[in-house]
Structure formats: C-alpha cells, structure tokens
C-alpha cells in the first residue's frame, strides 16, 4: 500500500463546478501537507499548505483531518485554468517527503 | 526573476556513460533537492541539502550522488547511469525555514538511458 494515495481521476468537470478531491496517507506521525498543482509536462508548483483548522487562498480551500488521515482540496468557480493535475504532499522531515501520484483535473466550457 | 535552472533539459546517453545533471538557484535558498518523477509512482526524492556540504539520502539514492560545494549549485551525478534511471527529473529548493518542502521547482530533465 502506498503511503499517500490519491484517485487518479480524471475528474472531467464543467466550468463553473465545484469540485474536490482527497488524499489520505497511512503514517500517523505525519506533520505537514501541501497541494502542488503540476501542469502537462511541466515542474510542479506549490499551491497551498494544509492546516489543521483548515484554509481558504481565494476559491481554493484545504481541510486537514487528522483522526481519519486525509487532506482535502475544494476548488469553487472551476475555471479552465484549473485543468491541471494536483498533487498532494506529506512530510514527516526533510528526508521524508512523499508525494502522491496526482489526481488529474480538466475543466471543460 | 526567482529561479531553479536545470541543465540540460532533455539528455539521451547510453549505459555506463557518466553525466552530471546541473541545478541552480538564485534566491539564497538553503534547502535544495532531487526528485525523479516516474508515471504511476509521483515524485520520488534522490537527495537533498540543508545547507553547504551537508548532504542525506532521499528515499531512492542508488545510483546518484550529489555535491553541495556552493550555496546556489546543487549538481546531480550519475557515474554509470542504466536503463531503470530513465525518468524526469526535478530539481527543488526553498528557504529551508519552517516545514521543509520543495518551494520552487526547476522546469525539468528529461533523461533516457539506452
């Protein structure tokens, strides 16, 4: 079993749609989380941390659940842009920084 | 402009044939890393470097070596590179402060190994 898994997707929204995803990882001494988006063929980029009491960056929201082990992303007002695949982070230290492997998103007009 | 800069992006060689992937960054970062990025199996980390001549393994260091000489360089080094290294790769920094997590990532390697 991986350590962070996510649903591959591809989610195929209409624009406008909310949509959100989830990330759960199997190792309880985990300590922090991040969303990156990774656009085709390009470096990943950071997105957004995940904090404990939950977070909003614009129409895009993070939610931690610590007791069930995953993180979320809901993203309002979808817009093409968005098309993107997201991957969820979890660190437990410098050495120890796992990625899942993404969960894709496309945005449809 | 804020910047990870890896060269080259795109690099085909053949078994055994050492190369050097070259990593730089302008924003005085600390912390800098290696990742190799393989469909169905996300990024995986090589190495990474708190600072100047300080250096730990990632999860999947077999095969590579690194060297942190300079602050801003943060080469990759393939001595006899095979087949099963053929992957993206990515390298990262961040400011090294508070949770350590790649910030910036650089636009990517390309490398096959025949």
Redesign the interface.
Known sequence: RKE?EQDPGPFNVPEGATVAFNCTYSNSAS??F?WYRQDC??????LM?VYSSGNEDGRFTAQLNRASQYISLLIRDSKLSDSATY?C?V?R???K??????TRLSIRP | EAQVTQNPRYLITVTGKKLTVTCSQNMNHE?M?W?RQDP??????IY?S?NVEVT???DVPEGYKVSRKEKRNFPLILESPSPNQTSLY?CASSLGQG??????????TRLTVT
Do not use: C, T
């Not at chain 1, 063929?41 to 950071?46: A, I, T, V």
């Not at chain 1, 920084?97 to 993404?102: A, L, P, R």
């Open positions: 962070v300590q922090s991040f063929r390009k470096e990943p980029k950071l941390s991957l982070v660190s230290s410098a050495s920084i796992i990625f899942g492997s993404g | 912390y890393s990742y169905g199996l996300g990024l995986r980390q990474y708190m730990d393994k990632g990515f949770p350590v997590v790649p910030q910036y990532f650089g636009p990517g």
